[in-house]
């Protein structure tokens, strides 16, 4: 089989198993855990998801207009996007471990830099920000 045949394979079972991963066992079941036991002194509040955190500080979301499982899958979709991309990079350049791991970090930063500012600038237009 060719080889960036395979790796798309590899590619897109990453991305759906990062994804799946990311929706549920980080986002979904302990938002859910947290609106059902409001009783506590503490409670974790939405704003602090390290995806969201970055969006609501940087962006001034306000957090009563937002559709909580929009944000939650967008940014489920965009770290799995990440990986898969990043890993599938990683796998066809045939590189040694240390300027793979190198180009790995720099790819990482820059694409969770970009793509998390994108999507900021979506939810600044879709008009979710708080009014000045």
Known sequence: MNTYLLT???????????????????????????????????NKDVSEYIGISYLVIKYNLDLTKVNITRIFLACSFINAFIISLVFIIIYLIPWNMVFSMLLGFVLLFGLIYALYELYGRYIVKKGWVKDV
């Open 8 to 42: 798309l394979i590899w590619g897109i079972s990453v991305f759906v198993l990062v994804f799946i991963f990311n929706f549920f066992f980080t986002y979904k079941l302990p938002y859910s855990r947290i609106k059902r036991k409001k009783k506590k002194k503490r």
